[in-house]
């Protein structure tokens, strides 16, 4: 089973991706930013990251946003995770036109109004060929 983790402060967003992909990947869900950054060792056993675009920090936090994780992870992590940069303040017409110019690190776009059966189809398109539990 893949293990995918979340990074959005929208708890009930959160709680509905678990509730629709739980049968197909081991989730865990990262509010804040520093407890995610903070585990980079932890990180390095997920298979594939959700960041959300607009993360609010803390002020003890640094001021960052999905864009710099999506870097952060890709660069700092031993092996390369999917990551997907998930956002609410684009269509998903715009982040297919926009979202490589803004982070050309992610590997794919997902607006949270395009429906589940696609950020599920994704998530499918972009793991390595040959492993997924269809293949």
Known sequence: MYKLAIL???EHW?????????????IATYKSVSSFLW???????????LVD???PTARHELNTDGMEIVTAL???LSRSP??????AYMSKNELEVHGKQMCPEA???FAKDAGLELLAHQ???????GTTEES
């Open 107 to 109: 590997d794919g776009f």
């Open 82 to 87: 999917v990551v997907i940069l998930v956002t």
């Open 53 to 55: 675009f607009v993360l």
């Open 123 to 129: 998530i499918k398109q972009l793991l390595p060929p």
């Open 39 to 49: 585990e980079l060792d932890e990180l390095n056993q997920y298979d594939i990251f």
């Open 8 to 10: 959005d402060d929208d």
């Open 14 to 26: 959160c709680r509905i991706v678990q509730r629709f992909l739980k049968q197909q990947y081991a």
């Open 74 to 76: 890709k660069r700092r």
